[in-house]
């Protein structure tokens, strides 16, 4: 994945990113998330009032929380809250303030969503709002020479 940002502070929606271990965005100043990475090196996150949603892309990764030490394999998927450790393997992290955020670890993840999408496309619903407005995590599956149409919700 290749991101290279005018800016690190942005409100759009999809980046392409160098592999690299840290920060690569603050997504959208007016719900306050942050866009991190980790490529096999350790990624210290400590935000009190923020939830951290988190996907394994390849190779197993250590999770160091509250809650314990966890080791995940590729597709699965994590949400923290406070603090956490990530090492080993290579995924995203995307901390949300200000949201409720509960300790989950789930996956490996299926091999196309269950919900239909646009386009055909599907979705899975991982890690749901705990209640009505807060962050959630979705997997969206784009097929392979797909052409996603442009939509926008109102």
Known sequence: MRFTPPELTSTRNFYSFDWRTGKIADCDPDFPTTLYAWDDGALDLLKPEAAFFGFVQEGETVID?????????????????????????????????????????GG?????????????????????????????????YFPPGIDQTPHRIT
């Open 108 to 140: 490996p993840v299926e091999d196309k969503g269950r919900l239909k999408y646009i386009d055909g496309c599907t979705d899975s619903l991982l890690i749901p709002p705990v209640p009505v407005g807060d962050a959630c995590l979705n997997l969206l």
């Open 65 to 105: 929380c509250a809650s314990g030490r966890f080791t995940l394999k590729p597709g699965m998927y994590f949400s923290l809250v406070d603090q956490v450790k990530i090492s080993g393997g290579r995924g995203i992290v995307i901390a949300r303030n200000r949201v409720g955020g509960f300790f989950m670890i």
